[in-house]
């Protein structure tokens, strides 16, 4: 078994356990974030060994690659005769400061462009197939979805010349890696993108020996230090060209190629088998914790909860196991499940009574306005059995009244010392309340202290992402005065006689956040929209008041311990990645 090999089977739970705990966008060579991070490092490692020629052994018989660059020099020569391509004016000599490491004895530092060649451009006078960034397969490094186009619709940026055995490398945001080889002939012509290096190889350099170099780490070091801009990072052709590059044998470039090769199919494996380990994982915690929500009993409750505790710890291993069940204990929570109900509690039909009594003292005094009366709860709005003391409402059965703000033409800046400002939609969106998410209030304008915010509120944007549109916050003592709510924000102030933090609690369930799914408008995910009258319609389970407390207590203590065990579950798999990172440390030095 060679020494890689052995560092990869030696070392398994390392690679595949070092995981960043996303889903999605795994893939060979991807540079996704979403990826195992473990096995893009071996990645990683592997093109690192390969390019400093410690992936495969040396043959004191193979012919040395000086000897390449004296037939390279000789074709090109050649082809600049025969008028197939142009003389280049020269690079400047590889300085020592431009050597990252020491070669191998017969190995070269050359720079790209005497490698390998373009073929000029043109500009489209027939039918021909266009290669741009969406034509490449970036995990496997080929073209499969090139678009046939006419010349008189050819984009401007079509003008390269490519053939079989050609490699394009995208210098616009090279850190996606969007690099191929042509590996076949394209009817019709086909013409690459401007957006492209092209480099064409001499006859005696292996193209894919090539593309691995241009994705290993040395390279993209190289392309970090020299691209330029922010949003859309590039280089130009001239700093692709003179990068450098270590020029092995003609027969070591084939065999690393085949080495890489097989170890990239190694991590595939390796990355494939961990994903589906995860999806099952998911799955099974799913199904348990589903169980516990859909129990019809006490019995069928304690049957299954006892399942999920002989397991926790092999169930609860990551950060997304633990989102779900933190996201099932509030479900638990919103059903009636989590606490136990006590008979000498006041009930929650006494509870509305109550709650209503006093809506109708203040309307009857002026000081609220009588809303439109809602609907009554149909059946088809009742998900579950309610708990002995438990009562269906609405939300607007527990306000005093709800109104939405003002959004005047604001400052672009937060208000300065002494200001008004009117709160943006992100004051209210992630759970907690943030007054720094301000606009400033121009002098021009006169304030609405009606609109301001105060201790108590419960706030609730009306437009947002769709992830995010009806979160809510309840304001806290200490709210900043001279803050208005803006028109995508609607304040609830709600009867003394209901606990807030339980209310936030209902308005973060699953079950009303699969109503607000169902009923926000807007045709883009980005921006969702909720009516006032829509929020007010909310239907969930009240429980009584004293109920309301325990419930609330109960999910902070077991909130608490959740965020305990993400804690020790990210601390692990940061200790996972650094070893991960030591392993590739030491195996390069």
Known sequence: MSDIQALITEHLAIWTGADNDKKSGRG?????????????????????????????????????????????????????????????????????????FE???????????????????????????????????????????????????????????????????????????????????FEPEPIASTAFAIVHPFSFIVGRFLFWYLRCPVFIRYVESCQTGIAYPAINDKQFFSGVMPLPPLAEQHRIVAKVDELMTLCDQLENQHNNAIVAHEKLVSYLLNTLTQSQDAAEFNESWQRIAANFDTLFNTESSIDALKQSVLQLAVMGKLVPQDVY?????????????????????????????????????????????????????????????????????????????????????????????????????????????????????????????????????????????SDKIIRFNFSSLISLDFIQLVNNSNQSRAYYAAVAGGTSSSMKNVSREQIRNLVFALPPKREQNRIVAKIDELMAICDQLKTRITTANQLQQKLADVLVTQAIN
């Open 103 to 185: 070669l191998p004895k017969g190995w070269e530092w050359v720079r790209l462009n005497e490698v390998g060649h373009d073929w000029g451009q043109k500009i489209p006078n027939q039918e021909f197939t266009y290669i741009d960034v969406g034509s490449i397969n970036k995990e496997l490094g080929l073209i499969d979805n090139p678009s046939i186009v006419q010349a008189t619709d050819a984009p401007s940026r079509a003008r390269k010349i490519v053939k079989n055995g050609t490699v394009i490398y995208s210098t616009v945001r090279p850190y996606l890696l969007n690099i191929a080889v042509i590996e076949h002939d």
């Open 345 to 485: 509690d006041e009930s929650a039909s006494e509870l509305l009574k109550r709650i209503q009594a006093e809506k109708a003292k203040l309307i009857a005094e002026g000081k609220i306005k009588k809303d439109k009366p809602l609907a009554a709860i149909g059946d088809d709005e009742k998900p579950f059995e309610l708990p002995k003391g438990w009562e269906w409402a609405r939300l607007d059965y527990l306000s005093i009244k709800s109104e939405a703000g003002w959004s005047p033409q604001c400052n672009g800046h937060p208000r300065g010392d002494g200001k008004w400002g009117v709160l943006k939609v992100s004051a209210v969106s992630w759970g907690k309340y943030n007054p720094d998410e301000n606009k400033e209030l121009p002098d021009a304008l006169t304030p609405r202290p009606e609109y301001e915010v105060k201790s108590g509120d419960f706030l609730i944007s009306r437009a947002n992402t769709a992830e995010l549109v009806a979160k809510a916050v309840v304001v806290p003592s200490d709210t900043p005065k001279q803050l208005m709510m």
């Open 28 to 100: 060979r060579a991807s540079g996704s974030a979403a990826s195992v991070y473990g096995v893009k490092k071996l990645r990683e490692l592997i093109l690192e060994l390969a390019v400093r020629g410690k992936l495969v052994s040396q043959d004191v018989y193979d012919e040395p690659a000086s000897e390449l660059l004296k037939r390279i020099a000789a074709e090109k020569a050649k082809l600049i005769k025969d008028g197939k391509i142009k003389a280049q004016k020269p690079l400047a000599e590889i300085g020592d400061d431009e050597k990252p």
